[in-house]
């Protein structure tokens, strides 16, 4: 009789308050969300750090390319002595006006008009080296600018001691000219390959 009785004092699951049930539900739905959230952030997370790492690396990338200053050109005068006077860089010939382009990333030193470059652009690079862009037509950077690689910096022009349109490249290590074929393409860049006439290779 008395287990009889015990028995008969518990509750019926169906006298339990539905408001209880309804909380518990709300509470079990609210637990499952901040789950979801939290993953959701961490995805989110994990893509923003993703990405970061990505734009760093473009941005190494970038800093490190080395590319030619003209698309298309035609050689014209290669480093070297000239008329018992020493020609201190390349000359790439391309009609009036075509936009030419940082070899690589760095600052410019100068840019303005440079007695017999006509105007030119100086760029100095983290290492030093420093390149001439020379006869411009037109200049769009200014002394300061920090420029990246392929980035327009001028037009090609007749301006100073020229014969014709073209760009004057130079490039000096430690102060002095060297030979811009030579340098370039130990930086991968291969004009060489496109100048038969003067170096007498198949391009």
């Known amino acids: 009789m008395v287990a009889l009785g015990a028995a008969s004092e ?7 308050n539905p408001t209880v049930l309804q909380n518990l539900n709300v509470a079990a739905d609210g ?16 893509g923003e750090e993703r990405a970061a790492n990505t734009k760093i690396s473009d941005e190494d990338a970038e800093a490190e390319a080395w590319l030619l200053p003209l698309d298309d050109y035609e050689f014209t005068s290669a480093y070297g002595v000239r008329f018992g006077k020493l020609h201190a860089g390349i000359d ?5 006006g075509t936009p030419y382009k940082a070899v690589h990333a ?15 652009v100086t760029v ?5 080296t420093e390149m001439i862009y020379a006869h411009s037509r037109r200049l769009l950077v ?16 007749n301006t100073g001691y020229s014969y014709g349109t073209h760009l004057h490249l130079e490039v000096h ?3 002095n000219p060297t030979d811009p074929i030579v340098f370039l393409r130990e930086h991968g860049v291969d004009i060489k390959l496109r100048i038969e006439s003067v170096y007498g290779i198949a391009s």
Request: proline fraction near 3%.
């Open 31 to 46: 637990g499952d969300a901040l789950a979801e959230r939290s993953a959701d952030g961490d995805r989110a997370s994990r």
């Open 106 to 120: 760095g600052k410019v030193k100068s840019a303005g008009y440079m007695g017999g470059y006509g105007y030119a």
């Open 10 to 16: 518990l509750p019926d699951a169906k006298a339990v």
């Open 124 to 128: 100095e690079h983290s290492d030093g």
């Open 92 to 96: 790439l010939a391309a009609p009036e």
């Open 142 to 157: 200014k002394t300061g600018d920090v420029v990246k690689a392929g980035q327009v910096m001028g037009e090609v022009g």
């Open 173 to 175: 290590v430690g102060g």
